[in-house]
């Protein structure tokens, strides 16, 4: 039982665990699942929390990728439904704060949200 490989499957594809010695966020070599598109497979568990996030986790943070392209990509697969998930992965070092929200961007937001509600009701009422 110890010597068998767990490879992750996607895409018909295989990725088993690869040791890579070249990666933005540490000096050592780092276990992987591989590459995609160049960048680094990491699955979940595996990516350093306080150096790597994805959007989402940079946004709850108060940050933004701020043009930085993303260093790895993050792969979770639900048990229950058999779903996979790809999510892209930042430097939070290389991330910038959020810009503030000024008065004319909250009035283009609510502008956009009243035409969206509007839209969805007169859709909604000629449906029926």
């Given at each position: 039982m110890s010597g068998l490989r767990r490879d992750v499957v996607m895409a018909g594809k295989r990725f088993p665990w690869v040791w890579v010695e070249s990666v933005p966020w540490a000096t050592?070599?780092?276990?992987?699942?591989?590459?995609?598109?160049?960048?680094?497979?990491?699955?979940?568990?595996?990516a350093p929390r306080e150096k790597l996030a994805t959007r989402r986790q940079l946004r709850a943070r108060g940050l933004r990728p701020g043009g930085a392209d993303p260093v790895a990509v993050l792969y979770v697969k639900h048990r229950a439904s058999g779903r996979r998930n790809f999510?892209?992965?930042?430097?939070?070092?290389?991330?910038?704060?959020?810009?503030?929200?000024?008065?004319?961007?909250?009035?283009?937001?609510?502008?956009?949200?009243?035409?969206?509600?509007?839209?969805?009701?007169?859709?909604?009422?000629h449906a029926a």
């Open positions: 050592g070599t780092v276990l992987t699942r591989g590459t995609v598109d160049g960048l680094p497979l990491l699955t979940w568990g595996r999510a892209s992965l930042y430097l939070v070092s290389a991330a910038k704060p959020v810009r503030p929200m000024t008065p004319a961007r909250w009035a283009a937001l609510d502008k956009a949200n009243r035409a969206r509600r509007s839209r969805r009701y007169t859709q909604y009422r």
